[in-house]
């Protein structure tokens, strides 16, 4: 067993009281618990892959806190629940300075060679030996965005998957190393997004939906009507590179985004909208990579007499206000519609 891994079968009753901040003293680390049901194979769950996103572990707890019974738990199905970056949850950041985000080592990444590379490799080849019935990481984001499942592969079964959170779902395949991306190897797989940490509204919809997972006989494998889905293609990831400053509404920097730029996730934007004040530059600034990592920024964005445009229409998803989150993740996602690809899923 690697140093950073603790696996076990025994989950004691006194961390269902723990906050998320709790579990790295009670834990001592990344912590993946088997715990048996009265169906398999189990449903795998990973929390706190971002140790400040904390609703998943909050709707963890209150599901097992409902089938607690006098030895243990009366679980519907197995569950393999993975508690990730306990450390980083301790102090309340997505991960620590000197850790890699647990939401980019998994096998697949683009990155190799460290502890966090070898801990995600651990548990899929744990979990590998096992076998799931379906796998469902839990996150929070920064900005205004809706409440929606990600997809990395178009397959039925992580479509339905997606569909039975919410009708809103995202098919992305970057960034590479993601869990949802990983653990599709093992079977239908999905990124719940719940909107901002401490909005009790996201951990009701996590913990109903884990719920319904857990009920869940089989998942069905038959495509997914076109008219119960809202299905978006992430066709590029915005930056804002380390040499730009930024700031928000009229703060002084060579990048000026909108107070409320985040109000513009998950809109269709038509080509022409603004995004930026950069007044000064004389290139649009933005770092742009499509899918395959090529630079596509002219693409999409245009300055125009200082203000930095849209060239076509998109939409984007997860554009923040927050700057911490800009530097250490990125500005925003860009989208395309896809239900037209529904019938090519497989
Ligand atoms: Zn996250």
Same mark, same amino acid.
């Given at each position: 067993?690697?140093?950073? *891994?603790? @696996?076990?079968? +025994? /989950?004691?009753?006194?961390?269902?009281?723990? %906050?998320? &901040?709790?579990?790295? !003293?009670?834990?001592?680390?990344?912590?993946?618990?088997?715990?048996?049901?009265?169906?398999?194979?189990?449903?795998?769950?990973?929390?706190?892959?971002?140790?400040?996103?904390?609703?998943?572990?909050?709707?963890?707890?209150?599901?097992?806190?409902?089938?607690?019974?006098?030895?243990?738990?009366?679980?519907?199905?197995?569950?393999?629940?993975?508690?990730?970056?306990?450390?980083?949850?301790?102090?309340?950041?997505?991960? *620590?300075? @000197?850790?890699? +985000? /647990?939401?980019?080592?998994?096998?697949?990444? %683009?990155? &190799?060679?460290?502890? !966090?590379?070898?801990?995600?490799?651990?548990?899929?080849?744990?979990?590998?030996?096992?076998?799931?019935?379906?796998?469902?990481?839990?996150?929070?984001?920064?900005?205004?965005?809706?409440?929606?499942?990600?997809?990395?592969?178009?397959?039925?079964?992580?479509?339905?998957?997606?569909?039975?959170?919410?009708?809103?779902?995202?098919?992305?395949?970057?960034?590479?190393?993601?869990?949802?991306?990983?653990?599709?190897?093992?079977?239908?797989?999905?990124?719940?997004?719940?909107?901002?940490?401490?909005?009790?509204?996201?951990?009701?919809?996590? !913990?109903?939906?884990?719920?319904?997972?857990?009920?869940?006989?089989?998942?069905?494998?038959?495509?997914?009507?076109?008219?119960?889905?809202?299905?978006?293609?992430?066709?590029?990831?915005?930056?804002?590179?380390?040499?730009?400053?930024?700031?928000?509404?009229?703060?002084?920097?060579?990048?000026?985004?909108?107070?409320?730029?985040?109000?513009?996730?998950?809109?269709?934007?038509?080509?022409?909208?603004?995004?930026?004040?950069?007044?000064?530059?004389?290139?649009?600034?933005?770092?742009?990579?499509?899918?395959?990592?090529?630079?596509?920024? !002219?693409?999409?964005?245009?300055?125009?007499?200082?203000?930095?445009?849209?060239?076509?229409?998109?939409?984007?998803?997860?554009?923040?206000?927050?700057?911490?989150?800009?530097?250490?993740?990125?500005?925003?996602?860009?989208?395309?519609?896809?239900?037209?690809?529904?019938?090519?899923?497989?």
């Amino acid at each position: 067993m690697s140093k950073l *891994l603790h @696996e076990r079968e +025994d /989950f004691p009753l006194s961390l269902l009281e723990a %906050e998320a &901040s709790d579990l790295h !003293e009670m834990l001592g680390g990344p912590t993946l618990f088997h715990l048996r049901g009265r169906r398999e194979p189990a449903l795998f769950v990973s929390a706190l892959m971002h140790g400040n996103e904390t609703s998943g572990w909050d709707a963890v707890r209150r599901v097992l806190r409902a089938h607690v019974s006098a030895d243990g738990f009366d679980l519907p199905r197995s569950l393999s629940l993975f508690i990730g970056n306990t450390e980083a949850a301790a102090h309340g950041v997505r991960h *620590l300075p @000197e850790q890699l +985000d /647990f939401n980019r080592v998994w096998p697949g990444s %683009e990155s &190799s060679g460290r502890p !966090e590379h070898e801990l995600m490799r651990e548990v899929m080849d744990i979990m590998a030996g096992r076998e799931i019935f379906a796998s469902i990481d839990i996150h929070n984001n920064t900005g205004l965005n809706p409440h929606y499942a990600c997809v990395n592969v178009l397959e039925h079964q992580s479509l339905h998957l997606a569909s039975l959170f919410g009708r809103t779902v995202v098919y992305f395949v970057r960034p590479r190393g993601v869990a949802s991306m990983a653990m599709a190897a093992l079977g239908p797989s999905v990124t719940l997004e719940c909107g901002k940490v401490g909005q009790e509204h996201g951990v009701n919809h996590a !913990e109903e939906y884990l719920q319904a997972c857990l009920q869940l006989f089989e998942i069905p494998s038959h495509p997914v009507p076109s008219h119960d889905i809202d299905l978006y293609h992430t066709v590029a990831i915005v930056r804002v590179p380390d040499e730009h400053a930024f700031a928000f509404g009229d703060e002084h920097a060579s990048i000026r985004f909108p107070h409320d730029l985040d109000s513009m996730n998950f809109r269709e934007l038509p080509a022409g909208s603004l995004i930026a004040d950069c007044t000064g530059l004389s290139e649009q600034p933005l770092d742009v990579r499509d899918e395959q990592d090529m630079h596509v920024a !002219e693409r999409f964005f245009m300055l125009d007499e200082g203000r930095l445009l849209t060239r076509v229409p998109v939409m984007p998803s997860m554009l923040t206000c927050n700057p911490e989150v800009i530097r250490q993740d990125c500005l925003c996602y860009l989208m395309e519609r896809y239900n037209d690809h529904l019938v090519d899923a497989g």
